[in-house]
């Protein structure tokens, strides 16, 4: 089965941008993996931020985009509040037949 | 507005069984798709099981494969996970969340193996 890695952690400063990153074992990242991206803070449950690679929710900020970028899926934060400080998670779906989240990433804004 | 709300988490015995409730509401529960997702304490997410709008496809992951059965009752508007052959790396809070997308989640059940 794939493993989906992503980076333990990063750093922001408010007002700036950052990159997040989705990489898979089996190859490239592609349109196929119908990459979503996943935002939860301590205690809560995850809450969705993008869909299908690049595709936000009502709820999702403007600031944060998904993308495919070098053979990965990428999460772009432009403009960081401190709000946004969390730990984000990418899924990868594979055939539709099985879901594989990455290991996710510490985001942190100072 | 989208709700879920899990139910039916316990602590119980390595070996044991318990069956985890995802109840529904906002949405018309029959056309959509659901799954299971599971957090360790201190842990990332894991994809667990995915279950069809009309139950004809069910998918597990291989950590539960064998042991979790994923189901669901359309005119209770709630999904099921039935968790058998319990062990202590199965501890964790259990969510359910809509459809392919996963863009709406429950706030989780926790479930706990230990004797």
């Known amino acids: 089965q794939a493993v989906v890695t992503q980076e333990p952690s990063l750093t922001v400063s408010p007002g700036g941008t950052v990159t997040l990153t989705c990489d898979s074992t089996t190859g490239a990242v592609t349109s196929d993996h119908h990459c979503s991206w996943f935002q939860q803070k301590p205690g809560q449950a995850p809450r969705t931020l993008i869909y299908?690679?690049?595709n936000r929710y009502s709820w999702t900020p403007a600031r944060f985009s998904g993308s495919l970028l070098g053979g990965k899926a990428a999460l772009t934060l432009s403009g960081a509040q401190p709000e946004d400080e969390a730990e984000y998670y990418c899924l990868l779906s594979y055939s539709g037949t099985y879901w594989v989240f990455g290991g996710g990433t510490k985001l942190t804004v100072l | 507005e989208v709700q879920l709300v899990e139910s039916g988490g316990d602590l119980v015995q390595p070996g044991g069984s318990l069956r985890l409730s995802c109840t529904a509401s906002g949405f018309t529960f029959n056309t959509y798709s659901m799954n299971w997702v599971r957090q360790a304490p201190g842990r990332g997410l894991e994809w667990i099981s995915y279950i069809s709008s009309g139950s004809t496809t069910k998918y597990y992951g291989d950590s539960v494969k064998g042991r979790f059965t994923v189901s669901r009752d359309n005119a209770k508007n709630s999904l099921y996970l039935q968790l058998d052959g319990l062990r202590a790396e199965d501890t964790a809070i259990y969510y359910c969340?809509?459809?392919?997308?996963?863009?709406?989640w429950g706030q989780g059940t926790l479930v706990t193996v230990s004797s």
């Open positions: 969340a809509r459809r392919t997308w996963f863009d709406s």
């Open positions: 299908d690679t690049n």
